[in-house]
């Protein structure tokens, strides 16, 4: 069964930074592509990042390109969303989620979340 | 990279047929057959339901189907259960590991 479990969330001040993990199971993880997507309270779904399975290309969406920074250590089956510059409208619930395959474009599986908080 | 534009609520009875539709662009919707429909219970996780524009997951009733005609896709619940109330997701591929979700429809069992 696949799983996969974030933590890192928390408060932190405008400006700061803050990382997140996310240890999967279940599956071979380097094989997979792996995004991070958000959501704040009582809103939609975002895209945030996504970083093909072996590490070495990755892609941001404009609300967070040049601040965030995504990374996977397959060694250590982790991946990590590196958050620098935090402002107030970064406040959400961050999910790790699997891409499907090569050639299939969706999450097959996410994490349950954790909640990042920018507040002064 | 504008979310793509969904209904915020939609309702129907138990045992009808409700029908979701999430509007995008010819970058995304239009451009590829990889639409896909996420339901979400509150404080959950979401779940995919439909990939590929009307694929179904193993597991996901055929009560769930999906369609789609040039920049807009349909997501279709028929005989609606209980259950099936909560937030709906539609999501195109839109180039380069890039994905774009609409702001969600909300489906009230009445």
């Known amino acids: 069964e696949v799983q996969l479990l974030e933590s890192g969330g928390g408060l932190v001040q405008p400006g700061g930074s803050l990382r997140l993990s996310c240890a999967p199971s279940?599956?071979?993880?380097?094989?997979?592509?792996m995004s991070w997507v958000r959501q704040a309270a009582g809103k939609g779904l975002e895209w945030v990042s996504t970083?093909?399975?072996?590490?070495?290309?990755?892609f941001y969406s404009d609300s967070v390109k040049g601040r965030f920074t995504i990374s996977r250590d397959n060694q250590k089956n982790t991946l990590y969303l590196q958050m620098n510059r935090l402002r107030a409208e970064d406040t959400a619930v961050y999910f790790c989620?699997?891409?499907?395959?090569?050639?299939?474009?969706?999450?097959?599986?996410w994490g349950q979340g954790t909640l990042v908080t920018v507040s002064s | 990279q504008s979310a793509l534009t969904q209904p915020r609520s939609v309702s129907g009875s138990p045992g009808q047929s409700v029908t979701f539709s999430c509007t995008g662009t010819?970058?995304?919707?239009?451009?590829?057959?990889?639409v896909s429909w996420y339901q979400q219970h509150p404080g959950k996780a979401p779940k995919v339901i439909i990939y590929?524009?009307?694929r179904r997951p193993s597991g996901v009733p055929d009560r769930f189907s999906g369609s789609k005609s040039g920049n807009t896709a349909s997501l279709t619940i028929s005989g609606l259960q209980a259950e099936d109330e909560a937030d709906y997701y539609c999501?195109?591929?839109?180039?380069?590991?890039?994905?774009?979700f609409g702001g969600g429809t909300k489906l009230t069992v009445l």
């Open positions: 989620a699997k891409w499907r395959g090569t050639y299939y474009y969706y999450f097959d599986s």
């Open positions: 279940g599956f071979t993880f380097n094989s997979y592509a």
């Open positions: 970083i093909s399975g072996s590490g070495g290309v990755t």
């Open positions: 010819s970058s995304d919707v239009g451009e590829y057959n990889s």
């Open positions: 590929d524009v009307n």
């Open positions: 999501c195109s591929y839109a180039g380069n590991y890039r994905l774009v």
